[in-house]
């Protein structure tokens, strides 16, 4: 081969990889420049025969490689190898990756003259395929493990508690004001995530938790995300030992904290939940210290407390009990949202039904659905809901002085059954008198389970409350049992038809029909007929041919405050002869502040951020999968796309980079959403220009002023590079 030396030499030193030849008897004959390098041997001398003097070969979890198996060994024996994972350690000592491929070299006659190995160096690849994983498992800002390495690491001590004699605890620990902190921290520091304040925060709980001790297994500390913490500790004695754990915990956290300047006190609630049952599964035992880490809460900062089975059936007691809803009412805490009811007629808004809204300090916007059950369990919507009339006939009272002329708007109050219970005639009466309302313009929202449910009793109270010259509505109707022919013995005068059967109109022939024959036999008793959750025109459509009276939903507003009421209602009154659709599009307009799409996987966070925007007035689409939000991008053209980092299929960062390479989008503000703390991630969101960045869980009120705040930005962005 001595004439194709230089062509060979030429070839191989392009190669970053490492090449040797040797001849039939395993002597090294021939190296490259890359070989040279890693060896530190000069391939202009004569070469050293054996390769050990070239380094040394073992396998990857460092074992000694068998003779006569390594790669080499194997070509000279006249076989092919390729990409036989193995170590290499050079003489310079560094150990790196490699994966080898080796061949035999054979002659024009097939004599065998040697063999050529080929080593690539995938050390980096490796290193970073072990940091992958590691990011997989592991919070990024405190480097701990995350909740689905905790839960793998919980399953695994589970198994190994079967031979334990001792119990299991899981710890769930939410530092106290969190937000509060971190908003502290950042006026000064301008570090808005309170990262920091975290990794503190995370190494004194991680200092105060049990290592390896014997044969007791160590503790372990998950962070699962914002100021969440959740920790295992097994072989625990029995509550009382995990409840001493909690106290250590928090007394870990008790030392100040000095930040940025600034010196907080710290403290954290605690949930435990302690199970002898080796057999239980990891993700139920998490969540039970988490409901009594919410429980902790209620009861106040630095609270630990012991799951116990009655928490187990009481998710409304995580939102609210009995006495935060008195406090609520006392600070003052409520608020009424109105929603248009609209004639079907004329298009023109006839009445508001007053929907109550709760602005809880930390929880932000509560839904009614979440806090007016438990109201009613504990009674307190008596006094509740009295608050609510007497407020909405101070609102009704202004509307009625401030448009003149003209028919009464008409304001509906929703009734909880419970408040049949006690002298709601008198109640009421009293606070209409007062107030100075005509009664005529008030009307009463009742549900068909209240007058099922004792119907002398609802007779008796709705013949009073009709004396007093109020008017009584069937809402939800439809979903009871009760028959049109039965609520004929009751004096009513509307009937509002649920949403569920107004969704089927046009297209569940069932629905269809029955809103037919409700809206032919309500007639024939004289009642009027509302449809609730209207939100197309179709159904506008529809709804009017069915020669339906009202139609209340987002299609036309969304429940808002009296200043958008009032606003609406001056802009109505103004408008003269307009064409059905043309008025349609200016209520869609001047009720438009801006319109956003929440792109999440989870139900529950598109609910919350659905929720937390619409009741401020967003228009808001909502998308689960990130091919989804591409496309409704397109067409629903929004202010603001709020945008879940992890989805299924492509990612947030490939939505958000999508988006910003489409001009279309320009305008459009993007507040990245993400379950971690990662500096990484924020950085990444803010390279592919989005506007915003936020990390779950959030409250509403945070949601809202920050898709504010980047709509307005983006705005004046424009504002300021075309003016
Ligand atoms: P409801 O009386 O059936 O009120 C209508 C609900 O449907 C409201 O929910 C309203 O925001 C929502 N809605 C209106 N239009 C649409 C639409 O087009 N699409 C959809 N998807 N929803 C629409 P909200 O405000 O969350 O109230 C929930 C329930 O809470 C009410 O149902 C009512 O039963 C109760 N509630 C609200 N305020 C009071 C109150 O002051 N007293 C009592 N006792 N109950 C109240
Ligand atoms: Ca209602
Ligand atoms: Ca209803």
Redo the contacts with the bound molecule.
């Keep these: 081969m001595p004439q194709n030396t230089a062509f060979v030499r030429a070839a191989f030193d392009i190669t970053r990889d490492l090449v040797a030849i040797c001849d039939p008897y395993g002597r090294i004959t021939l190296i490259n420049h890359a070989m040279e390098q890693f060896t530190g041997i000069d391939a202009g001398a004569p070469l050293p025969g054996p390769w050990s003097s070239y380094g040394e070969m073992s396998h990857v979890d460092g074992s000694a490689i068998a003779d006569g198996t390594d790669p080499m060994a194997r070509a000279l024996r006249g076989e092919t190898t390729r990409d036989v994972e193995l170590a290499l350690v050079g003489r310079s000592g560094q150990r790196r990756t490699m994966t080898v491929d080796s061949e035999p070299l054979f002659d024009a006659s097939g004599e065998l003259i040697g063999a050529i190995v080929v080593w690539h160096d995938i050390t980096d690849r490796r290193r970073a395929e072990d940091r992958l994983v590691f990011q997989a498992s592991h919070n990024p800002l405190t480097g701990l493990p995350n909740r689905a390495l905790f839960v793998t690491v919980t399953q695994d001590g589970l198994t190994r508690a079967q031979s334990l004699r001792g119990s299991t605890a899981v710890l769930a620990i939410n530092i106290d004001h969190f937000a509060d902190i971190a908003t502290r921290l950042g006026d000064r520091s301008g570090d808005h995530s309170g990262d920091t304040f975290l990794i503190e925060v995370a190494r004194r709980l991680e200092a105060s938790l049990r290592r390896v001790s014997g044969s007791r297994p160590p503790d372990t500390l998950a962070h699962v995300g914002g100021d969440h913490f959740i920790v295992l500790c097994e072989d625990v004695a029995d509550v009382n030992a995990a409840k001493m754990i909690a106290r250590r915990i928090a007394a870990s956290l008790g030392a100040p904290l000095s930040i940025s300047g600034e010196e907080l006190s710290v403290t954290a609630c605690v949930g435990i939940t302690v199970t002898r049952d080796a057999r239980r599964d990891p993700e139920p035992l998490i969540r039970e210290a988490e409901t009594a880490m919410h429980r902790a809460e209620q009861r106040g900062a630095g609270r630990h407390e012991v799951f116990s089975g009655e928490m187990r059936s009481q998710r409304l007691v995580r939102i609210a009990n009995e006495s935060s809803l008195r406090q609520a009412l006392a600070r003052g805490e409520f608020y009424?949202?109105y929603?248009p009811k609209m004639s079907l007629a004329t298009d023109r808004t006839v009445g508001v039904?007053?929907?109550?809204?709760w602005m809880h300090p930390e929880r932000g916007l509560i839904?009614?659905?979440d806090f007016?059950p438990l109201?009613?369990e504990s009674g307190i919507?008596v006094q509740?809901?009295a608050w609510?009339l007497e407020q909405v006939c101070r609102d009704a009272v202004r509307w009625r002085t401030a448009l003149p002329g003209g028919q009464p708007l008409m304001v509906a109050?929703?009734?909880?059954p419970?408040?049949f219970e006690s002298d709601l005639a008198e109640t009421f009466g009293g606070i209409i008198g007062h107030s100075g309302i005509d009664p005529a313009t008030v009307c009463l929202?009742v549900?068909e389970s209240m007058v099922m449910h004792d119907a002398e009793l609802a007779i008796a109270t709705l013949r009073q409350l009709k004396s007093l010259g109020l008017s009584i509505s069937v809402?939800?109707f439809g979903t009871g049992f009760s028959s049109l022919a039965y609520l004929k013995r009751f004096p009513l005068d509307e009937l509002?038809i649920?949403?569920s059967f107004?969704d089927g109109l046009g297209r569940d022939f069932e629905a269809t029909a029955i809103v037919a024959a409700v809206m032919g036999m309500a007639h024939a008793l004289d009642l009027r007929v509302v449809a609730?959750?209207?939100?197309t025109a179709d159904q506008v459509v529809r709804l009017r041919i069915l020669g339906c009276d009202e139609a209340?939903?987002?299609?036309?507003a969304?429940?808002s405050s009296i200043a958008d009421i009032d606003a609406r209602l001056v802009g109505e009154a103004r408008m003269q002869v307009v064409g059905r659709t043309e008025l349609a599009r200016r209520h869609a307009e001047s009720a438009h502040i801006g319109k956003i799409l929440v792109v999440d996987d989870s139900d529950d966070v598109r609910r919350l951020a659905r929720?937390s925007l619409?009741a401020v007035g967003f228009e808001v689409r909502e998308a689960a999968s990130g091919e989804d939000a591409v496309t409704m991008a397109r067409h629903f053209k929004p202010d603001c796309v709020v945008l879940d980092v992890n989805l299924p299929g492509i990612s947030g960062f490939d939505v958000c980079r999508i988006l910003r390479d489409d001009a279309a989008n320009e305008r459009t503000s993007i507040v990245i959403l993400t379950g971690d703390v990662a500096p990484s991630e924020k950085v990444m969101a803010f390279s592919l220009e989005a506007d915003d960045y936020m990390v779950k869980p959030f409250s509403p009120r945070d949601l809202v002023s920050r898709v504010t705040a980047a709509i307005r930005r983006r705005g004046e962005l424009f504002a300021h590079a075309r003016p």
């Design positions: 009424v949202a929603q039904e007053a929907l109550l809204r839904s009614p659905l007016i109201a009613e919507i509740i809901g609510v109050v929703n009734v909880s419970r408040q929202e549900t809402d939800d509002k649920d949403k107004v609730e959750g209207v939100e209340q939903g987002f299609f036309y969304r429940p929720s619409a």
